[in-house]
Each structure stands twice: as C-alpha cells, then as structure tokens.
C-alpha cells in the first residue's frame, strides 16, 4: 500500500501563491493516477484537481486558471502550485493517490494526512 505525505501549506494573504507537495512511498508502482481534494470547516471534502499516468489534468470549475497540478514521476511527487489564492480557498488539503483513476474521481484513494493551507483577506 502506498504511503502520501504532503508539505506545503500555511498562511498566506490573499493574491499570493502556494505550492503543496505530496510524496508517495511505499508501492509507488501502484500509484496510476494522482489528485488533491480540499476539506473546509462545515463543508464536505471536494476534489481540487488530478493527475491521470498520462499527464491528463482535470481540475473543480473554482480552481481553473489559478490551479496547476503536475508531477515528478522520478521522485514519485505531485505537486499543486496554487496562485491568486483567495479567501475561500482556506481549507485542509488532502493528497490522493491510487492505481485507478476513477478510484481517485470518487474518493476511493489513499490518502495522506493533510496540510492545512489559510487565506487572509
């Protein structure tokens, strides 16, 4: 099974960027498709964006434009570059990885623990 911790989060004021990381070990071999969900206080969890084995990128409608997610396959690491970061962006964000793609669109991942990311207006 394949472990993910992320690093990358804090405080930031809004307009500013923040790049998260997430490193995944264990059975990367295992690992297909790559994403990251947030989680707000109140709110359900909901998916940010993925990374697909092939480089295909999806990414939720509030996040595009602003939001990059890529990956380095060498050093088994997604990142998510986040610019013009904005108050509501201000969540827990979660890592996911699986060997399914449509495992990480419904949720069905690992994960990792999270890294909170907050936005001051």
């Known amino acids: 099974q394949v472990q993910l911790v992320e690093s990358g989060g804090g405080l930031v004021q809004a307009g500013r960027s923040l790049r998260l990381s997430c490193a995944a070990s264990?059975?990367?071999?295992?690992?297909?498709?790559m994403g990251w969900y947030r989680q707000a206080p109140g709110k359900e969890r909901e998916l940010v964006a993925t990374i697909s084995s092939a480089g295909t990128t999806n990414y939720e409608d509030s996040v595009k434009g602003r939001f990059t997610i890529f990956k380095d396959n060498a050093k088994n690491t997604v990142y998510l570059q986040m610019d013009s970061l904005k108050p509501e962006d201000t969540a827990v964000y979660y890592c996911t990885a699986d060997e399914s793609y449509f495992r990480i669109l419904v949720g069905r991942g690992s994960w990792g623990q999270g890294t909170q990311v907050t936005v001051s207006s």
């Open positions: 264990g059975s990367p071999f295992s690992v297909d498709a």
